[in-house]
């Protein structure tokens, strides 16, 4: 039998339930994979929730693991047993062992530790495309990072940093502030207390910037609005506030004709060609050294209500892993 944290219904941290489940042999197409760790990812909130439903109960929730493959099913090409992977954007990672296509894995490198992918594949393949698709940065702009002490926005800040774009990162406490200014924040604005906007402005001269990077949603969506330069894009990528559910789209027009775009990771690693190319661009910034991963916390597996709590209080600093 296989530990695994499922949910049997929505709700608060309290509806995740240590279970004990049976896994099965793997069927054409999958692996068995045993857990060395797991990621933990705001999205797994929105599972939780219910704001992003899971489909049917019990669920097991986690997006985001690594480890060693240990079956393979039918029809299985181009791994092997014993083979180090990793994986984002999975439903079912809180666990030790699990079936999972092959499909959605990648092979983890020398000098990629499994913790290390555990922490970083979801959240710095999403700074690979916000930052190369979502507004394609140049060097020399001025991007607007919200969370910027966070597991994405710790990326997001130091791969901007590396293509040479000034970062402006607005964070929650002023340890938070100091932690993003390690990270690379050239200016951090402490959004719980300032005027983004009016700060955004007086940093750039008046003009604003070129992006918003937004995953703070409903309680931030008209100070990202409010600090972009005309035909600036906003990137709206999370709801860690709450979701927008109502936009007047007349608002892009009179704020200067900006761009406004809502993605999600699933998209730009849909087949086996995008998720190789934004893997393996996250593994050379990471070998390289220009961008390091930040691990701010790690909890037993079985303490993941403990970590859920922590970070929808906004207690986390960098990514958080958990250990089956
Ligand atoms: P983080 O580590 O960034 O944690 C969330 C942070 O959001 C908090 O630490 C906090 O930082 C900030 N925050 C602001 N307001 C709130 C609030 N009301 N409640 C809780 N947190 C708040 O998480 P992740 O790195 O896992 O994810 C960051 C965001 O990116 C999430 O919104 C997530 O959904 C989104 N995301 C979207 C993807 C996509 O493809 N669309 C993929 C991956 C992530 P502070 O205290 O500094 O304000």
Redesign the pocket.
């Given at each position: 039998m296989n530990s695994a944290i499922r949910i049997h219904q929505y709700g608060g941290p309290e509806v995740l339930s240590l279970d004990s489940v049976s896994v099965g042999e793997p069927s054409e197409g999958q692996v068995r994979l045993r857990h060395s760790a797991i990621g933990l990812?705001?999205?797994d909130v929105?599972q939780r929730t219910g704001l992003y439903p899971v489909g049917s109960f019990p669920q097991t929730l986690g997006m985001e693991g690594a480890g060693v493959i240990e079956a393979l099913g039918p029809g299985v090409e181009g791994f092997r047993v014993g083979d180090r992977v990793g994986y984002a954007m999975a439903l079912g990672s809180y666990c030790h062992d699990r079936l999972i296509e092959a499909d959605k894995l990648v092979k983890l490198p020398d000098g990629i530790e499994d913790q290390t992918a555990a922490a970083m594949l979801?959240?710095g393949m999403?700074a690979r495309y916000l930052l190369k698709n979502s507004y394609p940065v140049q060097a020399g702009d001025t991007i607007l990072v919200m969370?910027a002490?966070?597991?994405?926005?710790t990326l997001l800040t130091q791969w901007a940093n590396h293509l040479g774009v000034t970062v402006i990162g607005c964070?929650?406490?002023p340890e938070?502030a100091r932690l993003a200014q390690e990270q690379g924040c050239h200016h951090t604005i402490l959004?719980t207390q300032e005027d983004v906007a009016t700060r955004v402005r007086d940093i750039t001269g008046g003009e604003g910037v070129a992006a918003v990077y937004d995953?703070?949603?409903q309680?931030t969506l008209h100070a990202s609005l409010d600090s972009l330069r005309p035909t600036g894009t906003l990137v709206s990528?999370?709801?860690?506030?709450g979701p927008i559910n109502d936009f007047n789209v007349g608002l892009l027009a009179q704020k200067g004709s900006l761009y406004l775009q809502r993605?999600?990771?699933a998209t730009y690693v849909r087949n086996r060609e995008l998720l190789d190319g934004c893997a393996n661009d996250l593994f050379q910034v990471v070998q390289s050294g220009a961008v390091k991963v930040k691990i701010g916390q790690a909890y037993p597996l079985a303490k993941v209500a403990q970590a859920h709590r922590e970070?929808?209080a906004?207690k986390?600093i960098g990514a958080t892993v958990l250990l089956p």
């Open positions: 990812n705001f999205i929105y979801l959240q999403t969370a002490a966070g597991g994405v926005g964070v929650g406490s938070k959004y995953s703070v949603g309680a990528f999370g709801n860690a506030s993605p999600t990771l970070l929808e906004r986390t």
